[in-house]
C-alpha cells in the first residue's frame, strides 16, 4: 500500500496545505480497501494528517466498514468523533445500521437529524435519506412511523423524487395498506417501471388479480420481474392455467425468463401435471446455465415427481452435484407419493449419512411413504425420532400422517385414541381420514362420528356428505344412502362441478361439467356424440369425422 509523502505535501507552493487537496489524496486508497486491516492504517494516516473531523473521509470509512462485514462497532466509533456531521455522513451511518437490520438505532439516528435547530449548522434529510428510513419502516411493518416520515418527504421537498415514491410504496404495501400504496403512485409525477412493479406486486400479494393483470396490461414497459410478479400471483391464489398461459406469452413477446421466473412457474407445471413444459423449462434451463441453481433443480424435481416422471426427478437427484435439505425432502417425498415406500426410507437413511440435517418436510414425505406402505411400527418409529433425536415439534401435518397411517392399516381404535391425545383440537383434515379409513374398513360406528365433526367445521363441503353416503353404500345400507341424499337436497348443499384437465400441444385446458364456453365445445360433443353412437349400435370404427354433420370439422 503506497501512503502519501509527508515532506512532498509540506513542500507546497503556498507554503499551505489545502485540506481538500490532502483529502483527494486518500480517495483511491481508500476505494482500492478490500479489508478491515487495510482500513486500520488508511485511518492512522488520516489521524496523522488531523483529518479525523473530515466528513468526506468518515463517509468512506464508513461506507467500508458496511462492505466489508458490518464491524458497527468500529463504524459508531468514527461516526460518534465528527462534532458536526453532514448528512452524507448520516446517510452512511443510516445504511451500515438498516444493512445489518439494527432497526431501532437507525431511527435513533434519522432523530438526530431532525434536531437540526439545536446544531450551528442545520441538517436535513434529503433523496438518499428517506428510502433507507422507509426500508427501516417496512422491515419493522412501523405503519405509524412510515406515515410521519412521509410527511417529512413533503416537508422536506423530496416528494417528486421518483426513488422516494417508489420507497414509500414499498413500505406501504410491506405494512399492508394497499390503499395508501394506490394514493402515493397516483400523485407521483414520474413514474419508472419500478413503480409499476411494486403495485403489480402490492395487488398480487393481495390476491387481487384482476386489478393486479389490469395495471399489467397498462403497463408502459415490461421487465422480466413484471412477468414473473404476474405468474407468482396467479400461482399464489391456485390459477395455475392463467399463470402458464403468461409464462407463454412472456415468451411469445421475446421477453426471456430468468432463474426466479423458473422457479415461479414450475409449481404451476407441478399442479397441472404439464409435464411437456415442464421438460421445455428443463431444456431450457440447461441450455442457459441456470441448472447451477438449486432452487431450480429442486423445483424440477418436484414438478417431475407430481407430474408422474419420478425416473426423471430421481435422475435429475441423482445428477446434482450439491443438495439441501429441500432436496432430500422433495425426492423422498416423490418416491412416497409414487407408492415406492423402501426406496423414501432408504433415501432418508442416505440423507444421514451425507449428514444434512431433516426438516418437517422430510418427516412428512418419511410418514406419508409408511402410511401408504403400511408400516405401522417403522412409522411410529419416526415420528417418536422427530422429537427425541431431531427436536422437532411435530406439526398438525405430522398428526395427520400418524392417524392416517393407523387408519389405513386398519387400526381405528388405535387412532381414535391418537385423537384423543392429540394437543390441539382435531381439524377437518383428521377427521377427513379417519373417514376414509372407516369407508375401506366398513366401520359405520365411527364414520358417523367422524362426520359429525367435520359437518360442524366445514358444514358447506360436499365431499363429506358423499363419504358418509358412500359408507352406507359399502356396506348396502341403503336407508342411509336415501338419508344423506335427502339432508344435502333440505340443505341446498352446492355441489362441486366436475373438473378436468389436459395438455394440449403445450397449452393447459380445463374443462368443467357443464361448460360450453369452450371455442371447440362443438367439436368436443360432437366426438362424444360420434362414440356414444359407436357403442351404442356396435358399428365398427370405419367411421370418420367426415362422416358426422358437423360443417366445422370439413373433410
Known sequence: MKFINTKSWLMNKTGALAVRDIEDQFVPLLKNCSNFTELNKIHAHIVKFSLSQSNFLVTKMIDIC??????????????????????????????????????????????????????????????????????????????????????????FGAVSNSVVGNSLIDMYLKCGSLSDAEKVFDEMSERDVVSWNSVVSGYARAGQMKRARAMFDYMPEKTVVSWTTLISGYVRIGCYAEALDVFRKMQLVGMRPDEISIVAVLPACAQLGALEVGKWIHIYSDKNGLMKNICICNALIEMY?????????????????????????????GLANHGRAEEAIRMFVEMGRAKVEPNGVTFLGLLSACAHAGFVTKGLRYFDSMKSEYFIDPGVEHYGCVIDLLGRSGHLDQAVEFIKKLPFKPDSSI????????????????????????????????????LLSNVYAAMEKWDGVSRMRKLMRNMRVKKTPGCSLI????????????????????????????????????TSNETTIGDIMCPEFGN
Open 66 to 155: 458496511n462492505g466489508c462485514g458490518g464491524h458497527l462497532q468500529y463504524a459508531h466509533q468514527l461516526f460518534d468523533q465528527i462534532t458536526q456531521p453532514n448528512i452524507f455522513l448520516y446517510n452512511a451511518h443510516l445504511r451500515i445500521l438498516s444493512h445489518n437490520q439494527f432497526y431501532a438505532d437507525a431511527i435513533a439516528v434519522y432523530k438526530r437529524i431532525l434536531g437540526y435547530p439545536e446544531r450551528v449548522i442545520p441538517v436535513f434529510p434529503d433523496k438518499f435519506t428517506f428510502p433507507i428510513v422507509l426500508k427501516v419502516c417496512g422491515g419493522c411493518l412501523w405503519l405509524d412511523l412510515g406515515r410521519e416520515i412521509h410527511g417529512h418527504v413533503w416537508r
Open 305 to 333: 415427481a407430481k407430474c408422474g416422471g419420478i425416473y426423471e426427478a430421481c435422475k435429475l437427484f441423482e445428477w446434482m452435484a450439491d443438495r439441501d435439505v429441500i432436496s432430500w425432502s422433495t425426492m423422498i417425498m
Open 503 to 538: 395438455e394440449v400441444d403445450n397449452i393447459v385446458q380445463e374443462f368443467v361439467v357443464g361448460d360450453e364456453t369452450k371455442p371447440f365445445s362443438h367439436e368436443i360433443y360432437c366426438m362424444l356424440d360420434l362414440l356414444d353412437l359407436d357403442n351404442s349400435t356396435g
Open 431 to 466: 377427521w377427513g381420514s379417519v373417514l376414509s379409513a372407516c369407508r375401506t374398513h366398513n366401520n359405520l360406528e365411527l364414520a358417523v362420528t367422524a362426520t359429525e365433526q367435520l359437518l360442524e367445521l366445514e358444514p358447506d363441503d360436499t365431499g363429506n356428505y358423499v
